[in-house]
């Protein structure tokens, strides 16, 4: 008797073996469909007749919002490089002096406005990662193609960051 409840193990184990073995094949599949819409042309334009956050939507706004951020990096490190070698040229006149430490001033707010949004960016990518992208944060509708197209780091819909913005005022004035 014991022998035949051994033989009764081995073919659960088996069959345990055989399941997980389907499991990867499932995660698989969804790995070549997003093999197809990543080669979308460099002028496509998602329209509103396409399904709202399809792939394609997708991989638009990403490779949108990466190019930004290599744009804002590349300019933040240029004024930076800029900016160092004005440093060298100490003037002995007060106004230029001064009218040299406003105009850095005005630079570095400018840099930190740039940081500010290159994170923006981060964070959008990551909710495209996540499949919240494209989806307001407080009510859960679509922000639509035409606000993305304008703010691609828009984590509301307009009457959402209508409160935000009435919020913070209120608040400011506290």
């Known amino acids: 008797m014991p022998k035949t409840s051994k033989a009764k193990k081995k073919v659960k184990k088996v069959k345990v073996k055989s399941s997980s073995k389907a499991k990867p094949k499932v995660v698989s599949?969804?790995?070549?469909?997003?093999?197809?819409?990543?080669?979308?042309?460099?002028?496509?334009?998602?329209?509103?007749?396409?399904?709202?956050?399809?792939?394609?939507?997708?991989?638009?706004f990403r490779m949108k919002l990466q190019e930004w951020k290599k744009e804002l990096i590349k300019a933040n490190n240029e004024a930076l490089y800029n900016g160092s070698m004005d440093d060298n040229s100490i003037s002995a006149d007060i106004v230029d002096q001064a009218s040299s430490y406003t105009d850095k001033n005005v630079e570095m707010k400018a840099i930190n406005r740039q940081i500010k949004l290159i994170s923006e960016i981060d964070k959008a990518l990551g909710r495209i990662r996540e499949d919240t992208y494209g989806y307001c944060l407080d009510t859960a509708e679509p922000i639509g193609l035409k606000r993305l197209m304008a703010?691609?780091?828009?984590?509301?819909?307009?009457?959402?960051?209508?409160?935000?913005?009435?919020d913070e005022k209120v608040h400011a004035d506290d």
Do not use: L, W
């Not at 979308?40 to 638009?60: A, G, L, N, Q, R």
């Not at 009457?159 to 009435?166: I, L, M, R, S, T």
């Open 29 to 60: 599949k969804p790995k070549e469909t997003n093999k197809g819409p990543i080669k979308i042309s460099k002028t496509y334009i998602p329209k509103d007749t396409e399904k709202y956050m399809c792939e394609k939507h997708k991989v638009f």
């Open 151 to 166: 703010r691609p780091v828009a984590k509301y819909t307009i009457a959402a960051q209508e409160k935000h913005e009435k």
